[in-house]
């Protein structure tokens, strides 16, 4: 989409270098756009084949001048030796049936239609899909806006069926995944941006090619994901798409923004969606989608892990937060005592006063591991209904959320965060007073993205001990490795 010819030429050398296949150029994008200088010197230098798009603005693109002018430059597109031409669908049944009469190219020609209205019922895809292949079209092309990641499944279900070669996606946030999963359901081509130039709901080339690894994806590829929302901060898939390469497993995990947990779960109910990771907000509300949990995570009552067993295609929830948390706190403590020479024996939490702010899934799963270890752990949270109930649970003290702020802490306390404050982009913190995170011997926030949160600058500018979220981030995914392939995941630990 660069503005200069110039432009679309580095452009086209870097999506070379970043890995790309094809190049897109939106001809709509350049400026003072003069078709027979500007083409042949595109289509002379490219590095790479090229699609050629020049989208109208009643159509979602720039253009808006005539009409026959914008068609007479596809069609000289074509004549100079462009890969791959595309044309709307409201033009196209116009003209494709005289180009085919003389056609002589090389060039594929591609119909497209872009869907900004909610997406069509199966049986209206396949009415609107026959026009399109009623063109005589090489490729045909659709974009959706879901506004519901369980409407992908309808696009999932259209590349698996559709007789000619197709395009499929959504745009958006919540139609991330169908860029990613295209290559398991026979899509023709997957889009990505260039590094530098994000593009909304796009992943990267680079991303394709060194996270995802779209080439080696297949009808056999096992998709696991994050449930989550948001789900953007993620880095789940540059710790398990790694691993499952290295130790050669079909698989790929990707982020999935999923709104409604019924719907998302009735959608995904096939062998091929063989395990989730849960995030925020879903660790409580995802249980009752599971047809068994876990002793630890239903006592924790929070699920952070769900894999859907091969023999009967139950979903099985686990916990691999709890111990993930505590083993990083412990560790900590324990190596700053060997370095003082104060080391003993059983756990460093033993006897403490555990402060922990927020009471959802990542809390209970501090808070069970703080008691299992014989911390005396006092919770504060938004919803002081939810702090009691699970002060109760753990033989605690609860307090309403506001009140940390001049919570008196005893010596050597340890003050956790299981709340999504200082979460990227948003830079808030547990409002702490400074005079208090000096009580604190320990500071850890279950936030990984940024690994260095505001929270944690501060304790460590106060003395404080730091964990950051990334420890428990590494030590529950291999807990979730183990658990997804029934392999050892200690190789997770190599890509950090």
């Known amino acids: 989409m660069a503005q200069s010819v110039e432009q679309v030429l ?15 150029i939106r001809l709509d994008c350049i400026n003072n756009f003069q078709p027979g200088k500007d083409l042949e010197i595109i289509l002379t230098k490219k590095p790479l084949p090229v699609l050629i798009v020049y989208r109208p603005k009643w159509a979602g693109g720039l253009y808006e001048g005539d009409e026959h002018k914008r068609l007479e430059a596809l069609h000289l597109a074509e004549d100079l030796g462009a890969d791959y031409v595309d044309f709307e669908l409201k033009v196209a049944s116009n003209i494709l049936g005289k180009q085919y009469s003389s056609h002589q190219s090389g060039t594929r020609f591609i119909v497209s239609c872009n869907l900004d209205c909610e997406t069509p019922s199966e049986e209206d895809l396949g009415y609107l899909v026959s026009r399109m292949q009623a063109t005589g079209a090489d490729i045909i092309k659709l974009v959706f806006s879901v506004n519901d990641i369980t409407e992908i499944a309808r696009i999932f279900q259209l590349l698996s069926h559709c007789q000619v070669p197709i395009i499929a996606y959504s745009v958006g946030e919540r139609g991330f995944v169908s860029q990613l999963l295209s290559p398991k359901f026979n899509g023709a081509l997957v889009y990505g941006s260039l590094k530098g130039t994000p593009v909304s709901g796009l992943p990267t080339v680079e991303s394709l090619r060194q996270t995802y690894k779209v080439g080696h994806i297949n009808a056999d590829t ?15 898939p540059i710790l398990h798409n790694p691993t499952f390469r290295h130790v050669n497993y079909n698989g790929i995990y990707v982020p999935m923004f999923v709104d409604d947990l019924k719907k998302f779960f009735s959608t995904y109910s096939s062998p091929d969606f063989a395990g989730f990771s849960v995030g925020f907000p879903y660790k409580e509300a995802v249980m009752k989608f599971c047809d068994e949990v876990h002793p630890l995570a239903q006592a924790i009552a929070a699920v952070n892990t769900i894999i859907r067993r091969p023999s009967d295609g139950k979903l099985i929830g686990y916990n691999t937060d709890c111990e993930a948390s505590i083993t990083a706190i412990e560790d900590a403590i324990k190596e700053r005592g060997y370095k003082n020479g104060t080391a003993s024996f059983g756990s460093p939490l033993a006897g403490r006063m555990f402060v922990l702010a927020g009471a959802g899934g990542a809390g209970r799963a501090l808070a069970f591991g703080a008691k299992s270890r014989g911390a005396r752990v006092v919770i504060f949270d938004i919803d002081f209904e939810r702090a009691k109930s699970l002060a109760s649970d753990v033989m605690g003290a609860a307090r309403p959320f506001e009140d940390i702020l001049n919570f008196q802490p005893e010596k050597g306390a340890i003050l956790a965060n299981a709340t999504p404050l200082g979460m990227h982009p948003n830079t808030d913190r547990v409002p702490v007073s400074e005079e208090t995170l000096r009580d604190y011997q320990l500071v850890f926030d279950a936030v990984y993205t940024p690994r260095k949160t505001r929270l944690l600058k501060d304790a460590e500018a106060a003395g404080a001990i730091i964990v950051s979220g990334v420890e428990m981030f590494l030590r529950q995914a291999i807990g979730q490795f183990n658990l997804f392939t029934g392999k050892e995941g200690k190789c997770l630990l190599i890509f950090l």
Do not use: R
């Not at 096992?222 to 789940?236: M, Q, R, Y």
């Open 222 to 236: 096992k998709v696991f994901g994050l449930i989550s929302k948001p789900v953007g901060h993620s880095k789940g």
């Open 10 to 24: 580095s452009n086209m050398y870097q999506a070379k270098a970043e890995g790309a296949d094809v190049v897109e």
